[in-house]
């Protein structure tokens, strides 16, 4: 077996687990979902119920961390369990290998191709799918996926099935395809797919990728959603966001109930990440305006500040993981790929930056992280729905928060213990502290690899 073009041992693909007993994974993804708006996380203003029931089933890690500060580059690194940094440049290097049958194209040709072969990089890598395939599974992708079709990541089944030109120049009608197509529509619309798909599987064991478009915008949900808000002491648009965050929670419900009636549930592992954080307090009102409606507070989503970055991270497998724990160790996304394989027994590829926690879950050794580091190309603007370029690394080490905008060269440190919103900079009465992320920062940028 390969990845990312090593070779790997012949016992990545040996197990002593049977057919008969490798779990079903479900990992359940919140898109545009803050880490503080779970009843489980203390927001007692957001209800949450089936989120909540599944954080107390297992091992519930409150200080998780994605890589970047908006989604597509998260969901790379949950299925290839590296980082974005290290998967641009696999995407890169074999670029660059393949444009030699290009090299007497046109220059538009050219550009055309290297487009779409960006769009396709993903069959490129040895994702999770493709490694569990090696075991009997099947396995579905539904929601948000932005790499075309779901066989580029080595699924057997799926919701997005890619576009076409004719979508590509429609422009907005292209964006929502480019996010997830017929994905988007999952548990908006229907849970259908999924359902469809649990049925088909048999007694094969089986990964479902759920990743719907919640509480991400649009704020639309069904009105007895928002009936359990409507009459709070919040603004319109906390209203609007808390709604769409029961709807995730109500599909989360719908789903599990529907495992348990096919007798699927007990030997199921599940799984719950952000792909990136958001801000929208109970205090705070962006209806009208359309930067902070469509993309939250500038805390969130597209800013370096600890919540645009942190998440819950949940592991629950009924009988194999104690329920009702709660670690406070430092976690990465990419940890959870890395984790599930050796649930499952099998070696974690030599290029994963993931490591598995699955000794950590069982409370024989503490967190595996003493700091997580990451860094941003994409910051949010005023002038730019989608933001604009940059260059910026933050770290997280014990109960602080540190960030370096290195294209303004500006620094700011929080502590989290007494300033979890970041609400002070206290960079300049911590010259020390500061001295040390700022040399840590600089040292990750010039080496493009994380310290441990």
């Given amino acids: 077996m390969t990845f990312l073009g090593i070779q790997l041992p012949s016992s990545c693909n040996q197990t002593n687990n049977s057919s008969d007993t490798l779990p079903n994974i479900v990992l359940l993804i919140g898109d545009d979902q803050g880490y503080p708006y779970f009843g489980f996380m203390g927001a007692d203003y957001v209800q949450t119920p089936n989120m909540d029931q599944l954080a107390a089933s297992g091992t519930l890690f409150k200080n998780g961390y994605v890589p970047k500060n908006h989604c597509r580059p998260s969901l790379q690194c949950l299925m290839t369990g590296t980082l974005p940094i290290d998967y641009e440049k696999a995407v890169e290097q074999r670029l660059h290998n393949h444009t030699m049958k290009m090299r007497f194209a046109s220059a538009k040709d050219q550009a055309n191709w290297e487009r ?24 579905f992708q539904g929601g948000k996926w932005w790499e075309f079709h779901y066989e580029n990541g080595g699924f057997t089944d799926g919701m997005t099935t890619g576009w076409t030109e004719e979508d590509r120049k429609a422009g907005g009608k292209w964006f929502k395809q480019f996010m997830g197509g017929d994905g988007l529509q999952l548990a908006r619309a229907t849970m259908q797919p999924a359902y469809d798909f649990i049925d088909s599987v048999g007694n094969a064991p089986f990964f479902m990728w759920y990743a719907p478009e919640l509480p991400h915008y649009p704020f639309d949900a069904p009105e007895k959603y928002y009936t359990i808000y409507k009459d709070q002491e919040m603004t319109e648009s906390a209203k609007r966001y808390y709604a769409n965050c029961t709807w995730f929670d109500d599909g989360v419900g719908e789903l599990m109930n529907y495992l348990k009636e096919k007798d699927k549930f007990d030997n199921t592992l599940f799984i719950y990440v952000n792909d990136n954080g958001w801000e929208q307090n109970p205090d705070q009102e962006f209806r009208h305006d359309s930067l902070r409606w469509h993309n939250g507070g500038d805390k969130g989503k597209l800013s370096m500040y600890d919540q645009s970055f942190r998440t819950p991270i949940i592991f629950s497998w009924k009988g194999q ?27 974690i590829p030599t290029d994963y930056f993931g490591q598995s926690y699955k000794s950590v879950i069982e409370g024989k050794e503490n967190s595996l992280r003493t700091e997580i580091i990451g860094c941003i190309e994409q910051e949010r603007w005023e002038g730019d729905m989608m933001g604009r370029k940059t260059e910026g690394y933050w770290i997280r080490k014990e109960q602080y928060f540190f960030n370096w905008d290195a294209t303004r060269d500006e620094m700011k440190l929080f502590d989290l213990e007494n300033d979890p919103q970041n609400n002070y900079n206290i960079a300049q009465d911590n010259p020390q502290q500061t001295k040390l992320f700022l040399e840590k920062l600089k040292n990750w940028r010039n080496d493009k690899r994380t310290l441990n």
């Fill in 116 to 139: 779409n072969f960006r769009h396709h990089a993903m069959k490129e890598f040895k994702t999770l799918p493709k490694i569990l395939a090696e075991k009997g599974y099947r396995s």
């Fill in 321 to 347: 993981i104690k329920k009702g724990i709660v670690k406070q160790d430092l976690i990465h996304s990419a940890d959870i790929p890395a984790t599930i394989l050796e649930y499952l027994g099998i070696e």
